[in-house]
């Protein structure tokens, strides 16, 4: 499996949510540094979808965690385990990374919202989270599971993933994602990969029982 690192912040948590919940004293204490309020990571709630979309990827991905914490907050690191097994259990048990150098770690996928602290020289693939291309989990969710489809060259696991997938209501979504990947592949002229791209979306339509040779296909 590949590799895939989550940031926290803004991606898994909702900051916001934890600052809503402070008083308005506190608020007024740390104006301009409320990351270092004690406690204050221990109050967010997770970002919509965020949860869902983790257990989602675990099916596919070795997941870890590559957050970073305050300096001055000596609570954060706590707090974020905490938060972490309240609600993921032991999904992240001994793999959180807490740095203020993310590109020294090694990778495929990072899913970060910002540059700051090395997310955007992530040796790896950076999926900006909140971008317009990644605006929400389900469309990185899309995009990270396309990704493994794509590259897996298992057809007996791959066959499994895909009658999965087409007893859900996301599979005509599915299949758009892939013929977005194979349209750009197109435009990039890689033949490699758009024969790749082709060979997955014909078996997607032999497992749903599409006999019609449409533009999805290429043999």
Known sequence: MKKLFFDMDGVLVD????IDKLSDEVKKEYEGR??????IFSLMDPMPGAIEAVHTLSEYYDMYILSTAPWKNTTAYSDKLAWLTK???DLFKKRVII?????????????DDRTKNG???FPGEWVQFGSKRYPD???VTRYLISETLLHDDDDEKLNKRLVNYAMVEKTIKMLDAYTDVLNAKVGEKDTKEILAAAKLVNKWLKVLGEED??????D
């Open 137 to 139: 989990w389900e469309e």
């Open 87 to 89: 609600h993921f259990g």
């Open 99 to 111: 740095t203020h150098c993310k590109n020294l770690c090694d990778g495929d996928y990072l899913v």
């Open 15 to 18: 900051f916001q949510s934890g």
């Open 34 to 39: 409320l990351d270092e309020v004690p406690g």
């Open 119 to 121: 997310a955007s020289e």
């Open 213 to 218: 040779e449409s533009a999805y296909y290429i």
